[in-house]
């Protein structure tokens, strides 16, 4: 019966080859979707990647980990005489506008962290090094966001809102599709960015003749501005009024991480605590199920199924049909109805495996290519290899299914009609 199955398989190259070629798209398709899909979720983790952190402490409106209010750095110092904490430091997450030339700008996700601290370093650094950051306005991007920030590497002098900045060093792999490029630096700098290096002052005075108290804000510039051929002097120290993103913390040996994030959000009012894990799948859900990335990119995948199904299904009918009289010779000398049947199932599972092969070696090819220039993750992970796997081979099988009605009502007698 195998012979016989790839003989019918074989005997049209041309009709074949268009098979393959319909089954390859399929899978290509819902294969990448899915790795897309997967690399996305896993992309939205990417800044808690960087972290050795046990608790992450947020404010009690966090959304998501972009999606937050900023809390006051005297959090850290109430955290570290939490009972359990061996150790806490800050976090400043935020944005900014970096530009190159006068006339070109583009949105930064500026990550402020303590480059002689232990809980937060950027992963992956392949030039430079985080120690670097010590120095006031000095940054580190990731190597696929070069082009995006129109520079060429170490040593380019940008500007951040109203600060000058110098790229001291480069990672690989800190990218993400849902965000803008990542910029780490120091927290002194990373403050002073988001403020651009202004100051305010409040005055107020009561107008002679008037009952109403009259406040004016003003915004001066610090000494720290300078310009991009003028370093500023560095940056100031953060108070304990100065604001922060998260609140990292390290949890002693042997601690109960549910029993010390009580403890943090007691000692700390308005925030909330999350362990790592927790923290990455509550900002993972929120992608998934808040947004429509999921839907769409689920929606692309069905389509290619749908595709594949109506191709393979269209050339297995033809098939059956080019040879009806071959099974009504089966079926006359005795062959019962399951003996066709697995013929024509064989050509399915035989057309699933050599659409298969040849499909996932391009598509991890897309996905390596896509890492390397890109810096974007198509995570095709093994469980999903084989779920594909799985889904072609019931693709076909299934198509064959039209292909099988047409054996099922044939007459042997036709052998014998002229």
């Avoid at 006031?136 to 600060?163: C, E, F, H, R, W």
């Avoid at 594909?388 to 009502?409: D, E, H, N, P, Y």
Wanted: charge should be positive.
């Amino acid at each position: 019966m195998v012979s016989i199955a790839r003989k019918n398989l074989l005997e049209d190259i041309p009709r074949f080859l268009v098979a393959q070629l319909g089954i390859m798209f399929a899978v290509t398709l819902v294969t990448l979707q899915t790795g897309i899909f997967n690399g996305f979720t896993e992309s939205t983790g990417q800044l808690i990647n960087n972290s050795a952190a046990d608790i992450w402490v947020a404010s009690d409106s966090w959304v998501q980990i972009e999606l937050t209010l900023p809390i006051p750095l005297s959090n850290v110092i109430e955290a570290r005489n939490v009972a359990g904490v061996e150790r806490a430091e800050a976090l400043i997450f935020g944005g900014a506008l970096w530009r190159k030339s006068s006339n070109e700008i583009m949105r930064v996700r500026v990550v402020g962290f303590d480059p002689k601290g232990g809980l937060f370093t950027p992963i992956n650094v392949i030039q430079g090094s985080a120690s670097e950051l010590n120095t006031p306005y000095t940054v580190i991007v990731d190597k696929t966001s070069l082009k995006s920030l129109n520079i060429k590497g170490i040593g380019a002098t940008v500007q951040v809102n109203s600060l000058p900045a110098r790229v001291v060093g480069l990672t690989q792999g800190n990218n993400s599709i849902v965000s803008n490029a990542f910029m780490f630096t120091s927290l002194e700098s990373a403050n002073a960015f988001s403020t651009s290096g202004q100051t305010s002052s409040v005055s107020c005075q009561l107008p002679s003749g008037s009952t109403e108290l009259k406040c004016t804000n003003t915004y001066l510039n610090t000494p720290q501005t300078g310009t991009q051929s003028t370093p500023p002097t560095a940056p100031n120290k953060l108070v304990a009024s100065d604001l922060i993103t998260y609140v990292l913390v390290q949890a002693k040996p042997g601690q109960d991480l549910q029993v010390l994030k009580q403890r943090l959000e007691a000692a700390l009012p308005n925030t909330r605590a999350f362990t790592s894990t927790e923290f990455n799948k509550k900002n993972q859900t929120f992608w998934e199920r808040r947004t429509g990335i999921g839907f769409i990119l689920g929606l692309g995948a069905v389509v290619g199924v749908i595709v594949g199904v109506i191709i393979v299904g269209q050339i297995l009918y033809s098939s059956v049909s080019d040879h009806l009289k071959q099974f009504g010779t089966l079926k006359a000398i005795g062959a019962s109805d399951w003996v066709v049947y697995g013929v024509i199932i064989e050509q399915a599972l035989w057309m699933a495996v050599l659409g298969y092969l040849p499909s996932m070696a391009l598509c991890y090819s897309v996905a390596a290519w896509t890492f390397f220039s890109q810096g974007i993750l198509i995570l095709i992970t093994p469980v999903s290899a084989i779920a594909v796997f799985g889904l072609t081979v019931a693709m076909c099988v299934g198509s064959a299914i039209f292909a099988i009605q047409k054996v099922t009502r044939l007459d042997p007698a036709m052998v014998f009609k002229a």
